[in-house]
């Protein structure tokens, strides 16, 4: 994982000799960015990590996919604004009614100097007060308009936020599992967070000013080539060198606020992925290490911020330069222009007022184009997430399953590998008759929790097809198939909520006495009824309430009560203690009655419930057929038996 500048690296612990580190005053390690003495940090979780892991398909750092990533941002962003086109339309009437009134008032400045105080001076106070009258109406336009336009442009704006969060989390929410086993939660949580954060602040509080900015620029620009062409002409002489600084500051801010957001990006992935495993960081001491890790990335987001309020530092107060410059070229060969005659008192003091709202503008730009470029990179990385295709993808014409199917499984010339050049299952056959109990063993890496995927397509095959009742995986809906196969692993996981909620969570329409029901089949009732609150009893966050065998049981109930055709369990009894385990293979009798089930257990106590047992070694069966047959055959699966005997005595 790499940061703005390259592979970030944290201090490596000092094993024996050497001088000590330096100390700050509380004995920890001093303040700052870490020393670098060779620990690369995309080792900092304890893997070497492929340096685009965290980044969607979209985000490979090239130029082109830059260009392309620019191209898809644009497009999400008229995707969400076409909806309120025709809002967005009084919103532009409302911004031009504004600036036409905001910009009437150094003209009518103009007109009561030079048509005003001349009548007044004979007695006749009618013309000064028509324009001190229309200054009125001019200033009373320009808040009625402004306080319309911010009205409706917060509306639209949170409109709009509201639909892009609703996109990124259901988007997230449909993407395969091996997105999400690639691309890590903490990036998540910046998308939906520090990304979406940047757009706020740029809808809640700059667009008005920066749109209000670019309109008084065009505007004035304008109208000073009107009221006097030789002193715009001399305004001109400072175009030149306003390009040449905003083209600079343009490019040079696109690049460094990109590198703001992958930096805060890094700061929220190891603080979600710390505390997250806060068990393992505390149990192994990693405390120390942790926290040095965490200075490297938080200085890499704070070294990033630097240098974009470094180019902010140079392009605001050199637009100032070049205005103050300006007004001063304008005021001493416009004031030489008055004294020959040849410009009215009321248009230079006019031209001055616009010179100035010339500038003016140009410096607010410098302060939210900040917000401009943050958001922009933003919408980037939302773009890249969104334009992520699910490598499991949806069928567009869904086939159903047969009504009087029972869960039949096959497996057809299967070959499939996480990555290509390591296969794990090559050319399977395998046939599962519906309701039968299928156990599958066999070494770590024999491809068992592998099949488990493929039946419950988490992915698809690389050859082949996987198909229940007669038909291919790829071609069920994703609704149908989760109903019709429940996956159950040694790690379920629990929601905040009730036990009543979380057993209820794959049928939400189950009522109490079908929850209730499902937790007797399984042996879980004694246990829920005696927590405080029985079944309304709140599991707290990740269930830590209750114990690893607690929580297997609820998932159990879960399972059961889904009701599905094809039940997998994937060492789903690793973590009960020999009690509970008896207990919950007393009640997978009721479960797997009349249901076809994949069984995957090293402990074989387990595997005694299965009605054909499978020896899987390099992705291939090497044994096939009933525990009983293959525990007197003398193979694989004879030597497992014994040696599972043999550690009972």
Request: positive net charge.
């Amino acid at each position: 994982m790499s940061g703005a500048g390259g592979p970030l690296r944290v201090p490596r612990p000092r094993r024996g000799g050497g001088s000590a580190p330096r100390r700050g005053r509380d004995g920890g390690s001093a303040p700052g960015r870490p020393r670098d003495d060779g620990l690369d940090l995309s080792r900092w979780r304890g893997r070497a990590t492929d340096p685009d892991a965290d980044r969607s398909r979209a985000e490979v750092a090239t130029p082109e996919a830059v260009a392309r990533l620019r191209a898809r941002s644009r497009a999400l962003l008229r995707g969400l604004l076409r909806p309120h086109r025709r809002r967005l339309g009084w919103a532009v009437a409302l911004l031009l009614l504004q600036n036409a009134a905001a910009m009437a008032g150094p003209y009518l400045v103009m007109l009561g100097i030079d048509r005003g105080i001349g009548p007044l001076r004979a007695g006749d106070a009618g013309p000064l007060v028509a324009v001190a009258a229309a200054f009125v109406v001019a200033t009373g336009t320009e808040y009625a308009a402004r306080r319309g336009f911010l009205t409706l442009a917060a509306r639209i704006g949170q409109a709009v936020l509201l639909d892009l969060r609703q996109r990124v989390y259901g988007h997230f929410l449909r993407l395969d599992v091996g997105f999400h086993e690639r691309y890590t939660s903490g990036r998540m949580v910046s998308r939906l967070t520090s990304d979406l954060d940047s757009i706020a602040e740029l809808v809640d509080g700059g667009i008005d000013k920066l749109v209000m900015a670019a309109l008084s620029v065009l505007s004035v620009a304008g109208i000073l080539l009107w009221l006097d062409l030789p002193l715009a002409a001399a305004t001109l002489l400072a175009f030149p060198f306003l390009f040449w600084l905003s083209r600079w500051f343009a490019r040079a801010s696109a690049g460094a606020y990109r590198r703001t957001r992958e930096a805060v990006a890094l700061v929220i992935v190891h603080f979600v992925e710390s505390l997250r495993g806060i068990r393992a960081v505390q149990a192994y001491r990693r405390e120390p290490r942790n926290q040095r890790i965490f200075a490297t990335v938080n200085d890499d987001y704070r070294q990033a911020s630097l240098d974009a309020f470094r180019l902010i530092a140079v392009y605001s107060p050199g637009i100032r330069m070049i205005g103050n410059l300006t007004v001063a070229v304008v005021l001493g060969y416009g004031g030489w222009r008055v004294l020959g005659g040849r410009t009215e008192v009321g248009v230079f003091a006019a031209f001055l007022l616009y010179l100035r709202r010339f500038f003016e503008p140009m410096e607010e730009l410098s302060q939210f184009y900040n917000a401009l470029q943050s958001a922009t990179a933003a919408l980037e990385k939302l773009a890249g997430v969104l334009d992520e295709r699910p490598a499991v993808a949806e069928p567009e014409r869904p086939a159903p399953l047969p009504g009087g199917g029972r869960g039949a499984v096959v497996f057809r010339s299967v070959s499939f590998g996480y990555r290509a050049e390591a296969p794990i299952l090559a050319g399977l056959e395998l046939a599962v008759p519906a309701g039968q109990t299928v156990a599958l063993i066999g070494p770590t890496g024999a491809g068992k929790s592998t099949i488990a995927k493929l039946v419950a397509r988490f992915h698809d095959p690389g050859t082949g097809a996987v198909s229940l009742d007669g038909v291919d995986l790829r071609d069920l809906a994703d609704a149908e198939l989760r109903r019709a196969v429940v996956l159950v692993t040694q790690e379920n996981h629990l929601f905040s909520g009730s036990v009543a909620e979380n057993i209820r969570f794959g049928r939400p329409d189950a009522d109490d006495a079908a929850v209730e029901a499902a937790a007797r089949a399984i042996g879980a009732h004694d246990f829920i009824a005696a927590l405080p609150d029985g079944y309304a009893t709140d599991v707290h966050r990740r269930g830590g309430r209750l114990s690893a065998g607690q929580r297997q049981l609820v998932a159990f109930a879960r399972a059961f009560l889904a009701d599905p055709r094809v039940l997998i369990l994937d060492e789903a009894t690793s973590s009960l203690d020999v009690p509970t385990e008896r207990l919950v293979q007393r009640a997978l009798g009721s479960i797997l009655r009349d249901r076809t089930a994949l069984v995957i257990a090293h402990r074989l106590s387990t595997v005694e419930i299965a009605d054909r047992v499978l020896v899987l070694d390099g992705g291939r069966i090497v044994e096939d057929g009933r525990p009983a047959e293959l525990a007197a055959a003398g193979g694989r699966y004879a030597a497992l038996h014994r040696q599972w005997r043999d550690s009972l005595i």
